[in-house]
T-cell receptor, first 109, second 113 residues
Framework: AQRVTQPEKLLSVFKGAPVELKCNYSYSGSPELFWYVQYSRQRLQLLLR??SRESIKGFTADLNKGETSFHLKKPFAQEEDSAMYYCALSRGGSEKLVFGKGTKLTVNP | EPEVTQTPSHQVTQMGQEVILRCVPI?????FYWYRQILGQKVEFLVS????????KSEIFDDQFSVERPDGSNFTLKIRSTKLEDSAMYFC???????????FGNGTRLTVT
């Protein structure tokens, strides 16, 4: 069974500080990993996916198959980064996304 | 930018009543999904729909649930006899290909009393 674990329910940092949101997964095959973000009163939206290997809004995430992790990082957090962040997994050939419980990031001024 | 729209934003219903949640996916999308999020819990997959049939469903999606694409634009989720534990935020999503990122609607908050 696929599972996504986000160990931190809440994460609070100061503006300009580095931030890392942790995500671990369990899946025996080759998963595709995503980060979705939900800003206050807005819809869930894709932030990035591992196959794109791109940086969005300064965020990056590297898939580490050895550690089964897909941590989201940003070197200098901004106040507008405050949001709920969800890590998600899909297995090859399936349209279904399995989400983690989410981490609420608060960036303080 | 085109968006997935969901109506209503909040639905209150009594236990045992039928409820229909409505979604208008992005117009050129072919894959449609329903997810739900019980307060304080994770977003959970309910069902995916393609080519006018269910392509995948979760254990949550039992006989009380059904989906329909009644016309070329709407995608509905029906719960036949609501239970208290059906209270949740229900998200509709769509994509243009099976491997494309999902575009989510704003959700419908269902409250069963």
């Amino acid at each position: 069974a696929q599972r996504v674990t986000q160990p931190e329910k809440l994460l609070s940092v100061f503006k300009g500080a580095p931030v890392e949101l942790k995500c671990n997964y369990s899946y025996s095959g080759s998963p595709e990993l995503f980060w979705y973000v939900q800003y206050s009163r807005q819809r869930l939206q894709l932030l990035l996916r591992h196959i794109s290997r791109e940086s969005i809004k300064g965020f990056t995430a590297d898939l580490n198959k050895g550690e089964t992790s897909f941590h989201l990082k940003k070197p200098f957090a901004q106040e507008e980064d405050s949001a709920m962040y969800y890590c998600a997994l899909s297995r090859g050939g399936s349209e279904k996304l399995v989400f983690g419980k989410g981490t609420k990031l608060t960036v303080n001024p | 930018e085109p968006e997935v729209t969901q109506t209503p934003s909040h639905q209150v219903t009594q236990m045992g009543q039928e409820v229909i949640l409505r979604c208008v996916p992005i117009s050129n999308h072919l894959y449609f999904y329903w997810y739900r999020q019980i307060l304080g819990q994770k977003v959970e997959f309910l069902v995916s729909f393609y080519n006018n049939e269910i392509s995948e469903k979760s254990e949550i999606f039992d006989d009380q649930f059904s989906v329909e694409r009644p016309d070329g634009s709407n995608f509905t989720l029906k719960i036949r006899s609501t239970k208290l534990e059906d209270s949740a935020m229900y998200f509709c999503a769509s994509s243009d290909r099976a491997d494309s990122p999902l575009h989510f609607g704003n959700g419908t908050r269902l409250t069963v009393t």
